[in-house]
């Protein structure tokens, strides 16, 4: 029996500080936790085979989809299609806490990456090996 991911998203987005925190992979669905400092940037890339989801719930920032700049904060919402081209840019005032949805799933399960430097550190380890959370 599977017994699927249910939490208080909003809190634990709030309190996450790592760069990225994978909370839940399902065979076609993946929920991470993401937390930029001041000014950090995701960086551009492209997901040719897999739409996401961001949802911010702390922050302001942009987020930029084939080149469109879109300004966010608290409580937006966007959805980044496969093969566009994008990226998360935090505001200078505070960190950018929000959390994000890949379908299909984008990163090993259970992943956490303190910092940015980790993350791309980790990049060729780290993609989805099919494994999911149960």
Known sequence: MKKG?????????VENDDFRRVLYTG???QL???TLKPGE????EVHEDRDQFFRIEEGQGTVTIDGKANAVEDDFAVIVPA???HN????KDA????????GPPEHKDGRVHKDKAQAERDHDA??????TSE
Do not use: Q, S
């Open 83 to 85: 093969g566009a081209r």
């Open 126 to 131: 780290d993609e989805w090996d099919g494994e």
């Open 32 to 34: 991470v936790l993401m």
């Open 27 to 29: 065979a076609h669905l």
């Open 5 to 13: 991911y249910c939490d208080n998203i909003e809190r634990l987005t």
């Open 95 to 102: 960190p950018l806490r929000f959390y994000t949805l890949y």
């Open 41 to 44: 940037e995701i960086g551009e």
């Open 88 to 91: 998360v840019i935090a505001g």
